[in-house]
């Protein structure tokens, strides 16, 4: 690779739109989550705004949620193999959602335009939403249970919506009749336009400044330039090849199979390498993860360990290698089932962080909890409405070297927030009971993990017939583990409490129903803890028991802490 | 007379404006207790105690108890079974690629935080009392024992029956008169248990502080003589008699940069300007904000250290570009500036304190588009040799005159300022050409020219003594008071009556509580519905006039919300769908009766003259002048330099300069 073009363009000029792409994308961003409807959307980030060349590599990308990175590169891809940009007219909207064609899961919908200046093609804006709900067998469509991707939702190969601003009526009908809420759908889906309208306006507008040809070779520049940055980085990180195993509870259907995943991270020449070969075969249930989630992964960990600041464009992929077996959990073949896959994300981009721990010790802490425990619940109320709200909730962080672990935090991938109780119970006839931190949870050691959450949640009276429920966990049976002699976190567990006394505990995924006067109980995982528990200060035990983080059993048997 | 002292991070800047005209003071602010620098600046100015009748303050007091979390002991009450609202947050982490994130500490710790048995619905329906024994019970002896001066009490669903909370209050009062005790639903009525459980646990923490730092403030006052009036600055933009700000100390947080938007927008407004752009660059940050028909854009999503707080305050929105911003090279060979600032100490490589790292200001040096002379009037010694050693290698670099290297560290400071006013302008349906820049700040009319062409700005009102305008910003402020409510509601026939009716009642309550506070004239009120399309996400503010809801039914409201939010969000006009109310919000005014006139420090002269200057690379001829030396009658064309004792304003070439008969100096694009 060169930058010797410097001379005609200065490196002020390159910052300066540099920083002008990433601020319309920022732009985009803004426009998505604040006009958008669904929860999801509103209250857990779960959206992205991108900017791509004509050849389908990103310019710039705002993502406040990591699973976020470079996801809609298959997808783009595949928009400009089935339309070419010759084809391409001002005001076309394509759509795709399918992830057997660039997709990540159903929900996820890319919505794309391409900019045009002065009647030129320049570039494409595209955006992605997880929306609420895009049918399938259950509502929501993340159906835990489902076994084919056909009872996931609507799929949509690479499609055209509108045509130099004129929309395609059958095809609208064809969408609003497929989802279960069609306002709401609607609504996300004209935000993902509004966002590339932004998007569109503000490229044409820099265009204008710099001149079509001028601007277009300077995004070959930064690009150039970004793929410097992440090879220099990426070379101060000792050379070798480190590994690292980690398992998801089950996939949903097979409940007594853990599914196991494998990382080999090579750093060799400043390029990395993650090959995830000793991987599961891919499974029955809806945790298979198409290439553009290990992707993700993969990008987040390399910004996580090198330099965060360096400019997010496909210049940062291009040292970046993925081997994925064809036909395992990271690579499946359709139509297996896919919706569940950000369980699956999350746990490939731990493995790979703590497969990097080995070559910087100090920079990576112990295994996080890792995980998104996902709810839905769907039904009507008594008046005849529908509703339809989720619930996302995080576990402990790792202890890593001179820090404890974190609390509830989001880790790794996703970086969703709760849901507020006074929002859900506004929205939907539930009521949380309770909402507190999970004594003993967090892996004991020098450093503790952090620990994990106890909820309480209670169907109320004032729904017409059943709620369907689905709860999606992780870390019910596999503990994340502890670093450098630490202690394991604890697991998940989850338990529906019925009107009539009896019990059911929910074996990390589970579709079922729910009545008033039913509650569902869950505790999620803490993270592992760093070093030898016994030689943990003993003003942090004290401070610990005090404030109700261990017990005082835990205190003795695994800090052999005696009180006084 | 009418005396301004507010305390910054580095400065307590002093501004008194009497029959005697201008005077402004800076003295080096005294971190550890905010109250001295005051004194300090008092002193230095040599006035007259006695004789001031309006003396109108802005601390830092406030925000730093909470950033140094150096509070008095406070507890936290809430609803059975959310003790940890506080510690859990909302789970996200703000700054994700950090792989050791650790959360903002609550400034109320888990062992002091208590749960009481009730419970209201979101309908408001109360379906567990309050178990009022237990409170006196468990609760009282633990508050009681606990030694603590406040309590925050934050119950769910309080937001729509805060019946509960106010009877706790009633129930901790009667056995512990002396504990201060604020109730979330009377700080913010607005939905989300965590922010505003966290808004109510910072407003009782910073209480006591406040309550004390204004008494001991006013005892010595009145030690020394003043019989005036005492006024603190609030984060909204207003400020409010000392002794209601003692119940009200969560709107002191961050009233700094609120107080300089006060006052660059009244300045301004003196000479017409009603729809501005304010930018304030000072050492570590840049912050910025719209001003729209006289009035700055408010907001309730504010953080302090990473912790919300749902007040509305002054939409201010800050980036780390300012004179300590460090230039640096990345790997892939580019030049960057910030987000790393050498701060006050060490500061700039120019103040030789030992900073070896270049930074904006020395690159002004080098430019010579600011002279060492100019810096504290002259009161600072400035070694400009070290601002040219610490540039060599960037110059060496990019193969550049130190010069060159100086200019282009200026342009991408720039790049980064303009980035911050379009986020607060083109990102919300704001055009930037439709509005006057108005700089301020030590470094704020340094950079004002280039960046006002940037966003196609064509004009620039630089208030005089542009360096000091927050604390011109305090007395210039009216008294204001917000209050909110949130009443979620589709939008019905019955929507016209629903919004009468609750305004009704805010206004009432509004309009006791500044009788109370003895003002009782010139009263302007403020009607916002916060209204969204149902299941949206965020809620867009529909503004009403007090005669607007007198005649509204539901076809005016329809329109009116789908006119606000086409604007920010570029659909949603003659939209059919279902819309709702969220939320209610009222802003009381009592408005100045006279607005105290700023103007130039006449006896402040530099020696004029031709000087030469590097910009856009290119080295230009220009003219030093002394900025009090400009009148209307005479349009001087740039490059110029104009010094007053506060700041140096850049006049670039392609731009023409005079001063209008308010004492501001109007910059103009002459190409």
């Not at chain 2, 900073?355 to 810096?375: C, K, V």
Request: proline share 5%; net charge negative.
């Amino acid at each position: 690779m060169t930058v010797a073009t410097e001379e005609t363009f200065d490196p002020i000029t390159l910052e300066v739109v540099r920083n002008k792409l990433d601020g319309i994308a920022e732009e985009m961003e803004v426009t998505l989550f604040k006009s958008s409807c669904s929860p999801l959307v509103k209250e857990g980030l779960d959206a992205s705004a991108s900017l791509f060349t004509l050849n389908g590599t990103t310019l710039a990308q705002a993502c406040a949620v990591p699973i976020h990175l470079g996801t809609l590169i298959p997808a783009v891809a595949e928009i400009l193999r089935t339309f070419s940009v010759e084809d391409m007219e001002e005001g076309d909207i394509y759509l795709l959602n399918d992830p057997y064609h660039g997709g990540t899961h159903l929900p996820d919908i890319a919505v794309a335009m391409p900019v045009f200046s002065e009647g030129r093609p320049i570039a494409l804006a595209a955006t992605m939403t997880h929306h609420q709900d895009v049918g399938g067998m259950s509502a929501g469509s993340v159906p835990t249970n489902a076994t084919e991707i056909y009872q996931e939702g609507l799929r949509l190969p690479p499609v055209r919506w509108a045509r130099a601003g004129t929309f395609d009526r059958t095809l609208t009908d064809l969408l609003r009749l497929n989802v279960r809420i069609p306002e709401t759908f609607m609504g996300d889906l004209n935000a993902q336009i509004a966002a590339c309208k932004v998007g569109a306006l503000r490229l044409d507008e820099l265009a204008r400044k710099h001149g079509n040809n001028a601007l277009l070779t300077i995004f070959g520049l930064l690009i150039d330039r970004a793929e410097l940055m992440t090879r220099e980085a990426i070379r101060k990180i000792p050379e070798g090849t480190y590994r690292f195993v980690d398992w998801l509870d089950n996939d949903g259907i097979d409940m007594d199979s853990r599914v196991r995943i494998e990382v080999a991270a090579e750093i060799r020449d400043g390029e990395i390498h993650f090959d995830l070969t000793g991987t599961s075969a891919q499974v029955r249930g809806p945790i298979n993860c198409v290439p553009s989630g290990s992707l993700a992964a993969a990008c987040f960990a390399v910004k996580a360990v090198t330099d965060p600041l360096i400019p997010n464009n496909g210049g940062c992929f291009r040292p970046l290698r993925l081997t994925l077996p064809e036909g395992s959990l990271v690579n499946p073949r359709s139509p297996a089932p896919v919706n569940a896959r950000t369980a699956t994300i999350k746990r490939i981009t731990g493995c790979m962080l703590s497969a990097l721990a080995q070559a910087l010790p100090d920079r990576i802490p112990a295994p996080p909890a890792g995980q998104l425990l996902v709810m839905a619940f769907g039904g009507r109320r008594a008046s005849g409405e529908a509703f339809v709200t989720g619930e996302l909730i995080a576990g402990g962080s790792g202890a890593g070297e001179g820090v404890d672990g974190v609390d509830v935090v989001e880790t790794d991938a996703t970086n969703c927030m709760n849901v507020p109780a006074e929002s859900m119970e506004m929205e939907s006839p539930i009521r949380v009971r309770q909402l507190r931190l999970r004594r003993d949870s967090g892996g004991a050691g020098e450093n503790r993990g952090g620990l994990g959450l106890i909820k309480e949640i209670e169907i109320l009276e004032g729904v017409e017939g059943a709620v369907s429920f689905s709860h999606r966990g992780e870390r019910h049976f596999v503990p994340a583990q502890g670093l450098a002699g630490g202690g394991e976190g604890q697991c998940a567990y989850s338990r529906i409490l019925r009107r009539d006394g009896s019990s059911e505990i929910i074996p990390s995924k589970m579709v079922t129903q729910l009545y008033p006067g039913d509650r569902v109980l869950v505790e999620t995982a803490g993270g592992g803890g760093w070093g030898n528990a016994l030689s943990r200060e003993r003003k942090s035990i004290v401070a610990d028991i005090a404030d109700g983080k261990i017990g005082p059993k835990a205190a003795k048997d695994l800090y052999g802490h005696e009180a006084i | 007379m009418r005396v301004g002292v507010e305390v910054g991070g580095t400065f307590t800047d002093l501004v008194a404006i009497g029959k005697d005209g201008v005077r402004v003071t800076k003295v080096p602010s005294v971190p550890k207790r905010p109250d001295e620098g005051a004194f300090n600046a008092l002193v230095a100015s040599e006035l007259d105690i006695s004789a001031i009748e309006d003396l109108a303050h802005g601390s830092t007091v406030a925000t730093n108890a909470v950033l140094e979390r150096k509070g008095f002991p406070t507890a936290f009450v809430t609803t059975q079974g959310f003790r940890d609202i506080l510690a859990l947050q909302r789970h996200n982490r703000n700054s994700i690629y950090d792989l050791e994130y650790q959360k903002p500490a609550p400034v109320v710790a888990r062992l002091d935080s208590f749960e009481v048995d009730e419970r209201v619905l979101s309908s408001g329906e109360v379906e567990r009392q309050l178990d009022e024994e237990a409170v006196l019970r468990e609760l009282v002896p633990r508050l009681k024992d606990g030694n603590y001066e406040a309590v925050a009490v934050c119950l769910l669903n309080s937001y729509v029956n805060p019946s509960h909370e106010e009877k706790l209050r009633e129930l901790i009062k009667q056995q512990l008169p002396d504990l201060h005790v604020t109730l979330s639903s009377e700080v913010t009525r607005e939905f989300r248990e965590f922010e505003r459980a966290s808004t109510a646990a910072i407003s009782a923490y910073v209480q006591p502080v406040i309550d004390r730092y204004i008494g001991r403030f006013e005892d010595r006052l009145q030690e020394h003589g003043f019989r005036g009036r005492f006024s603190v600055m609030q984060s909204n933009g207003g400020r409010l008699p000392a002794e209601a700000m003692r119940q009200s100390a969560v709107t002191a947080l961050l009233s700094g940069p609120a107080a300089g938007v006060m006052g660059a927008t009244r300045q301004a407004g003196r000479s017409g300007y009603k729809n501005l752009i304010t930018l304030d660059i000072g050492g570590t940050s840049t912050d910025v904000c719209v001003v729209t028909e006289g009035k700055p854009e408010l907001t309730s999503e504010f953080h302090i250290d990473g912790l919300p707080i749902r007040i509305p305050v002054i939409d201010i929105n800050t980036v780390g570009a300012g004179g300590g911003s460090i230039v640096w090279i990345d790997e892939g060979g580019m030049l960057r500036v910030g987000p790393h600032s050498a701060g006050a100490d060490p500061g700039p490589a120019c103040y030789g304190r030992g900073g070896q790292q270049p930074t904006i200001t020395d690159a002004h040096l080098i430019r010579q588009t600011m002279r060492p002379e100019a810096f504290l009037g002259g009161r600072m010694n400035i070694d400009v040799e070290a601002a040219r050693r610490v540039f060599e290698s960037i110059a060496q670099h990019f193969n550049m005159s130190l010069e060159e290297a100086a200019d282009s560290a200026i342009q991408l400071a720039n790049a980064n300022i303009v980035r911050a006013i379009q986020l607060i302008s083109t990102e919300r349906g704001k055009d930037p050409r439709d509005y006057v820049m108005v700089p301020y700040g030590g470094a704020g009319p340094l950079h004002a020219a280039q960046v006002a062409k940037d966003l196609g700005i064509e004009t620039i009102v630089v208030p005089p003594n542009a360096g000091v305008m927050s604390a011109y910003g305090l007395i210039a402020s009216n008294f204001v008071q917000f209050e909110s409510l949130t009443r979620r509601a589709v939008v019905d026939q019955n929507a016209g009556d629903l919004v009468r009716e609750t305004f009704k009642f805010m206004k009432e309550r509004a309009l006791e509580r500044f009788e109370g506070m003895g003002l009782n004239s010139n009263l302007r009120l403020d009607f916002i519905a916060d209204m969204r399309f149902v299941g949206q996400a965020f809620e867009v503010p529909v503004s009403l006039t007090e005669d607007q809801i007198v005649n509204l039914d539901t076809a005016e409201i329809r329109r009116l919300f789908g006119k606000a939010h086409q604007k920010i969000y570029f659909f949603g006009e003659g939209s059919e769908k279902p819309i709702e109310f969220v939320s209610f919000r009222l802003g009381t005014t009592a408005e100045l009766d006279d607005l105290p006139v700023l103007s130039e420090t006449p006896d402040y002269r530099v020696d004029e003259g031709d000087i030469e200057l590097f910009d856009q690379r290119k080295m230009h001829k220009g003219k030093l002048l002394s900025r009090s030396s400009l009148t209307p009658e005479r349009t001087l064309k740039g490059p110029l330099l104009l010094e007053d004792p506060t700041s140096t304003l850049f006049v670039p070439e392609g731009w023409d300069a005079r001063s209008d008969d308010q004492h501001n100096l109007v910059l103009e694009r002459s190409e």
